[in-house]
């Protein structure tokens, strides 16, 4: 069985609603991502990062998966699939695939500021005061900008494996995801379904699909099956 590594991005879960993780203007629902997204945010003003991620949680508790998310769990009756994605929604899994990796964290997951191995499931809203089993406050299970990404290592030895690699909704920009692309070998066919084509430099075999993720997913997945 074929392996197909999918490396998917806010693209793809536009389309259910979820709004882009940066817009044109640089804001993440309308506020600036210094103020939302770091570690000295959350140091600065708990409460505010705490109320920007429990609206995005009741967010995503309204969101459905989409065609293209659907089109992805289906490639499983033929080949194996694992996805890495940068979004921190669950619609892939709700959509029915069995694998996936989500490199900046999970937005239905809390963890423990002191031990980041204490991880919990959660779809409340988080509030100070709320702790884990050793006492400590919770905090949103999210990858901030500038903290380390703990499962590039393991994404990246998948891409290896890759017998047909796919980008969706992604524009490669943020790093180090988007240099996982060139952990696949030159000769595997790669897959990118973006309606503004985004550069990819130093790489072979580049199959462009300018469409939305939905249409576009569509097509290739005609073409994969």
Request: charged residues 30%.
């Amino acid at each position: 069985m074929k392996k197909i590594v999918v490396l998917s991005g806010a693209g793809i879960s536009a389309e259910s609603g979820i709004k882009t993780f940066r817009d044109s203007d640089g804001l993440w629902e309308n506020h600036r991502i210094e103020d939302v997204a770091t570690f000295e945010a959350w140091t600065r003003n708990k409460e505010l990062v705490l109320a920007f991620y429990n609206e995005r949680r009741k967010q995503l508790l309204e969101c459905q998966p989409n065609i293209a998310h659907e089109l992805l769990a289906k490639l499983e009756s033929k080949y194996d699939v694992e996805i890495i994605t940068q979004n921190v929604d669950d619609l892939h899994e709700r959509a029915g695939s069995s694998k996936v990796i989500h490199l900046h964290g999970e937005l239905l997951k809390v963890r423990s500021t002191k031990d980041e191995r204490l991880v919990y499931p959660w779809k409340k809203d988080l509030n100070i005061g709320d702790n884990c089993e050793k006492g400590d406050q919770l905090r949103p299970h999210i990858v901030w900008f500038g903290e380390q990404v703990p499962m590039i290592e393991k994404a990246s030895e998948i891409c290896k494996r890759a017998d047909i690699f796919i980008v969706i909704g992604t524009s490669l920009v943020v790093y180090p995801a988007a240099g996982l692309i060139h952990y696949t070998d030159f000769t595997v066919p790669k897959y990118v379904i973006d309606p503004n084509r985004p550069s990819v430099s130093y790489t072979e075999n580049i199959n462009y699909i300018t469409e939305k993720a939905s249409i576009g997913m569509q097509l290739l997945f005609d073409e994969l099956m």
